[in-house]
């Protein structure tokens, strides 16, 4: 179960990680639906092109950029976060979104937990796969713990200061 | 100053309900301390091994009476009457109870404060100026940008989770009290040459470990730009800066391995995707941020002397005041005032419930109803009356607010050592009082004059000990004992730099004499009215290192130090460095 779109939904998706005696050039990837890690997709993407449905994942100390030309490969992309505070898939996420386009599925993976999915809403992400040791249904709760932000990010274009009328000090004498 | 309309008091209104929900979650277990931990630092809360430490955010550190009397009810109500101000403008309570913290927080709401992001690995409370507005020598008022910059940074959801903490401050005077060098971002507000208004931006201060005067990163930024230009500056630091070491993960430690040029490459490299976007700031949002920080209403009053020389000639310690805590207003007819919180005997920077009263009585009466904290953990009332000041100076005096001592020897600046501290290597507050003892004489504190004296526990730098003129530093040693480490020459401001290390280190009881020598070399050395800065400036460590170790320094001395009373609180311990 993920949520996506605001809501919980079951996945077929199956995310592949390498293992000890794996590498990207050497590890077979399963068929069906499989997200892969970046580093695969680089070393195997000639075998990878031929497949319907395809999905990817990029660490947070990997580059953005190196899927800027290839977005419309994939059903979905992920980002994995290694820890909840390691806060670089935020700004990985902006890239994808903000400035290259993508708008496809962009899914949070890995220590995803209630207390960031706002903010990772925010940057772009619209698919979440929680820690699976925690309750789905409050994780989604996360998502409306705001009714109203200041700055401009993905999901809105402006700042609140050019989206409403916000009226400055009354002169009051 | 600036009100909260519907939106900024919902915002604040939700992060109440949802800090509840994650104390509730926490105490019914369902969150580990280890999730809790970041949630409760983004909200100042620390732990302590007896209780809880909270820190409550000050915006550039500027209040009203209404919310110093609030501190006051949370002082009384939630911790033990008292509550301590720090160099960061802000307010910290030093024994609360988790489940009291959501009610603290609705309580806050109440007055339009919070403790957002006072902690963390996030964008801190932007500092300020303390006498922005009033002061003589301003040539922008920086408030206006800082509260932007507050709502910009409040909640900012690619900026919450950076490798650590990051510090923006503002200034917009000729004199920087801001102490902008030393901070992870610092702006100065200033006008070019055609009078149009813009940023000196500086990137990579800091104090602690590594202490670094920051860099300037852009000689002239227009102001619409402030905010694309730091959300620049952040995205390239919340990506390359380090994560795997705490001691190198600030932004300085990125800007010294890129080096200031490459730096600045990739970060106007990043700004260009962003320039004239929809980050730029209106001049309608700052017409309307701006028009809650017009100044008060003034009296037309002449501006005769209110007896106030008379006065002055027939009391020696209000004129002392008058020299060292009143500064001048740029309408001569009124006068900044600072309230010393550095009597001797008490630890620097804390207020209790009744003082803080006291003062929101003053400042209701005296000063438009609004004051500031200083980053010196003072407090000022920026809008006195000339002709109100003997009045005011009576009821300071009689509620332990008037020493005269602003700027001189016994303002010191201290963090709160190893009471406190789960990171100190030795006291800090107990020696802060014991030099202030020693040094005691007013006279003895007015003739050396300015001097700024700061101590740290660790090489943490809480206290700022590295830009401290004389700065003292709790170091480690093998046997455990408590040694402190003299540096001189550190200084903030327009010519900010970082202090030497005069030599090996001291003892607990040494130090008063070690200070007492360096102040002789300073007496013999001084050209005129020089001030120790100057001076140290002037001829460098090496006179005053050779003094301080020409002959043994015998440790207790005449001064009874082993006999000096603990603080009175028994064993919290908490880490401000985070
Ligand atoms: S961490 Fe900060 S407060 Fe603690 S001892 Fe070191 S300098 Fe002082």
Known sequence: MIIKNKTIVDDDWTIL????????????????????????????????????????????????????????????????????????????????????????????????????????????????????????????????????????????????????QRNGNAVDN | ?????????????????????????????????????????????????????????????????????????????????????????????????????????????????????????????ITSDEFAGVAADEVVDPRPYAEILRQWSTFHPEFAYLPRKFKIAVSGAEEDRAAIAVHDIGLSVRKNTQGEVGFRVFVGGGLGRTPIIGKVICEFLPWQHVMTYIEAILRVYNQYGRRDNIYKARIKILVKALGIEEFKRQVENEWAALKDGAGTLTSEELNRVSSYFTAPAYENIA?????????????????????????????????????????????????????????????????????????????????????DLITLWKIAAANNLASPNIGLLSDIISCPGAEFCTLANARSIPLAKVIAERFDSLDFQHDIGEIELNISGCMNACGHNSVGHIGITGVEKKDHEEWYQVSLGGSKGNESSIGKIIGPSFSFDQVPEVIERILQVYCRERIEAERFIDTVRRVGIKPFKESVYATEITDGQEDDVLAFKPAQYSEPLYSPRF
């Open chain 2, 303 to 387: 501006d005769t002397d209110s007896g106030l020389t008379s006065f002055k000639s027939e009391n020696k310690a209000f004129a002392s005041w008058m020299q060292r805590n009143v500064k001048p207003h740029r309408i001569p007819s009124y006068a900044i005032v600072v309230l010393s919180l550095k009597k001797t005997g008490r630890a620097p920077g804390d207020a209790s419930a009744e003082q803080m009263d006291a003062v929101a009585d003053l400042a209701d009466r005296f000063s438009f109803g609004e004051l500031r904290i200083t980053h010196k953990q003072n407090l000022v009332l920026t809008d006195v009356k000339q002709s």
């Open chain 2, 1 to 125: 100053m600036y009100r909260y309309d519907q939106y900024d008091q919902q915002i604040v209104n939700e992060r109440v309900a949802q800090y509840r929900d994650q104390v509730r979650r926490r105490l019914s277990n369902e969150l580990a301390e280890e999730e809790f931990r970041p949630l409760r630092l983004q909200n100042g809360l620390y732990m302590q091994i007896h209780a809880y430490m909270l820190r409550i955010a000050v915006p550039y550190g500027l209040l009203s009476t209404t919310q110093l009397r609030m501190f006051a009810h949370i002082a009384r109500k939630y911790d033990r009457d008292y509550g301590h101000f720090t160099t960061r403008q802000n307010i910290q309570f030093n024994w609360i109870k988790l489940e009291d913290t959501p009610d603290i927080l609705a309580d806050l709401a109440s007055v339009e404060m919070h403790a957002i992001q006072t902690s963390g690995n996030c964008i801190r409370n």
């Open chain 1, 17 to 164: 990680r390498l293992a000890q005696n794996e590498t990207a050039k050497n590890v077979m990837v399963p068929a069906g639906k499989i997200i892969v890690p970046l580093k695969v997709w680089l070393e195997q993407r000639e075998q990878l092109l031929d497949r319907n449905e395809l999905g990817v994942w990029i660490a947070s100390d990997e580059r953005p950029e190196m899927l800027k030309d290839d977005l419309d490969k994939f059903t979905v992309i992920a980002v994995d976060f290694p820890k909840f505070s390691d806060g670089r898939g935020y700004s990985i996420a902006y890239y994808l979104r903000a400035r290259f386009g993508y708008t496809g599925e962009l899914r949070a993976i890995g220590d995803v937990l209630r207390d960031q999915m706002f903010y990772l809403q925010r940057v772009g992400f619209d698919a979440f796969a929680p820690r699976p040791d925690r309750n789905i249904q409050d994780a989604l709760k996360g998502l409306t713990d705001f009714s109203e932000v200041y700055q401009a990010s993905v999901d809105k274009k402006m700042p609140l200061f050019r989206r409403v």
